[in-house]
């Protein structure tokens, strides 16, 4: 898997300051996309174990109270970002008590294959649907259109 950017210190992608990292890879390429340098799974950095360590330590870092981390892209449901999303998302949940997880997702939850489904058991908080450029709303919380759907599961306190 590669990624576009890491922020360790982000207030606008999800709630409260978070870690976030945009991968890259997006079959979707919606329309009006804010972020189409992340559609190729070529663009950016490689993931490695340095970065996944790196994501982990910003985490647990207690001089900044970090709520949790958000995936986004690119999108982290494509194929071929599983392999790497899960397994991070397995060690935040094992190795980050209490923060949890957000993804955005251009498919949707009831479409999901088994892995992805695999994925999402993990996260807390998941934001699915393609971006329509026709149904765009600034005034959204953490979405850019209405069809878009944001499911919350299990989020911690």
Not at 98 to 114: Q, S, V
């Amino acid at each position: 898997m590669n990624y576009s950017q890491y922020y360790p210190i982000d207030v606008v992608n999800g709630q409260g300051t978070r870690c976030v990292l945009f991968v890259s890879g997006c079959i979707h390429q919606c329309k009006g996309c804010y972020n189409k340098k992340t559609w190729s799974l070529d663009s950016g950095l490689p993931f490695t174990q340095e970065m996944e360590d790196q994501i982990i330590n910003d985490l647990n870092d207690t001089r900044i109270k970090r709520r949790g981390l958000s995936l986004s892209g690119g999108d982290p449901l494509h194929p071929d970002n599983l392999t790497a999303v899960l397994q991070l998302v397995k060690r935040v949940r094992s190795e980050c008590p209490g923060k949890d997880i957000w993804a955005w997702t251009g498919y949707i939850l009831d479409e999901l294959t088994a892995v992805q489904k695999e994925v999402v058991e993990q996260i807390d908080v998941l934001i699915d649907g393609k971006f329509e450029q026709e149904k765009a709303d600034p005034s959204l919380k953490w979405r850019g259109s209405s069809n878009q759907v944001i499911h919350y599961f299990n989020t911690p306190t």
